[in-house]
């Protein structure tokens, strides 16, 4: 039986890591599903890891269908999540809702939206309307043009206290699970002990309910530079399972971000 969300919820609680991977076909879910691994992300990295573009935005509704429904078919334990495509969900919530509602079809159990404050009554729509739906806040990929490159959120007190504001208010608004990306370990740790939602962090310190990564990095398959908070698990590793088992066991056991993949509060000078 497919992990609920009131399974992980519960986990979180009872102070239990989640670990999740970014997925994207049915062959690499078999091997997810049999490391461990809590949550699969059909996520937009989808255009750079797969389809080798620069960013995400190009990465369409139909093709997102498309994954969750290899993913989907190839496990049957872990939770699926997938990310909304840009342009699929900021016009209206009734767009949001109609496209959610396309990727639940396909397999999803829930949907993940990029933003902040802005999303809070998209967010209460959809799930007033039955749509799970995982909040992404820091540094959210598909504003990167916005925010002038792939750059840290939260430092300052005044840009931290924003982001605990914006997820103390998505997580009223119903949000089932807040996922922060690229912010100072102590931010994310404020905005873990504000919300009731269980926390992800990719590059967002040890002190949060799991841990996220692409797939693709964790394996060493992605070519260029990589993030800081990114680990290969491939090294010292016989097999792929045996890199994807290394991450789950070390997010398990809180090895996993080490200092050395955090981001200080303050930008190095």
């Given at each position: 039986?497919?992990?609920?969300?009131?399974?992980?919820?519960?986990?979180?609680?009872?102070?239990?890591?989640?670990?999740?991977?970014?997925?994207?076909?049915?062959?690499?879910?078999?091997?997810?599903e049999a490391a461990g691994t809590?949550?699969?992300?059909?996520?937009?990295?989808?255009?750079?890891?797969?389809?080798?573009?620069?960013?995400?935005?190009?990465?369409?509704?139909?093709?997102?269908?498309?994954?969750?429904?290899?993913?989907?078919?190839?496990?049957?334990?872990p939770f699926i999540l997938a990310?909304?495509?840009?342009?699929?969900?900021?016009?209206?919530?009734?767009?949001?809702?109609?496209?959610?509602?396309?990727?639940?079809?396909?397999?999803?159990?829930?949907?993940?939206?990029?933003?902040?404050?802005?999303?809070?009554?998209?967010?209460?729509?959809?799930?007033?309307?039955?749509?799970?739906?995982?909040?992404?806040?820091?540094?959210?990929?598909?504003?990167?043009?916005?925010?002038?490159?792939?750059?840290?959120?939260?430092?300052?007190?005044?840009?931290?206290?924003?982001?605990?504001?914006?997820?103390?208010?998505?997580?009223?608004?119903?949000?089932?699970?807040?996922?922060?990306?690229?912010?100072?370990?102590?931010?994310?740790?404020?905005?873990?002990?504000?919300?009731?939602?269980?926390?992800?962090?990719?590059?967002?310190?040890?002190?949060?309910?799991?841990?996220?990564?692409?797939?693709?990095?964790?394996?060493?398959?992605?070519?260029?530079?990589?993030?800081?908070?990114?680990?290969?698990?491939?090294?010292?590793?016989?097999?792929?399972?045996?890199?994807?088992?290394?991450?789950?066991?070390?997010?398990?056991?809180?090895?996993?971000?080490?200092?050395?993949?955090?981001?200080?509060?303050?930008?190095?000078?």
């Open positions: 039986m497919r992990t609920s969300i009131t399974q992980l919820q519960k986990q979180a609680s009872a102070g239990e890591k989640l670990a999740m991977l970014t997925c994207y076909d049915a062959s690499f879910a078999v091997l997810c809590d949550i699969l992300l059909i996520g937009d990295s989808l255009g750079m890891v797969i389809q080798g573009r620069e960013t995400t935005h190009a990465v369409t509704l139909a093709e997102t269908e498309y994954h969750v429904a290899c993913v989907a078919r190839g496990c049957s334990k990310d909304m495509p840009f342009g699929s969900f900021q016009e209206s919530k009734e767009q949001a809702f109609r496209n959610a509602a396309r990727l639940i079809a396909a397999g999803a159990q829930m949907v993940k939206l990029e933003g902040g404050a802005h999303m809070v009554e998209t967010t209460r729509f959809l799930v007033d309307r039955g749509v799970p739906v995982c909040s992404h806040i820091g540094l959210t990929p598909q504003s990167v043009y916005t925010f002038g490159g792939f750059k840290v959120q939260g430092r300052g007190e005044e840009a931290a206290a924003r982001l605990v504001a914006e997820a103390k208010l998505l997580d009223e608004a119903g949000s089932g699970m807040i996922l922060m990306e690229a912010v100072p370990s102590d931010v994310a740790a404020r905005v873990t002990a504000a919300v009731k939602a269980p926390t992800i962090g990719i590059g967002a310190g040890l002190d949060v309910s799991g841990q996220v990564l692409v797939l693709y990095d964790i394996l060493d398959l992605y070519p260029g530079k990589k993030a800081r908070f990114v680990k290969n698990f491939m090294a010292g590793a016989t097999s792929v399972q045996g890199a994807i088992e290394a991450y789950v066991k070390a997010v398990k056991a809180k090895t996993f971000p080490g200092p050395e993949h955090q981001f200080p509060a303050e930008a190095p000078k």
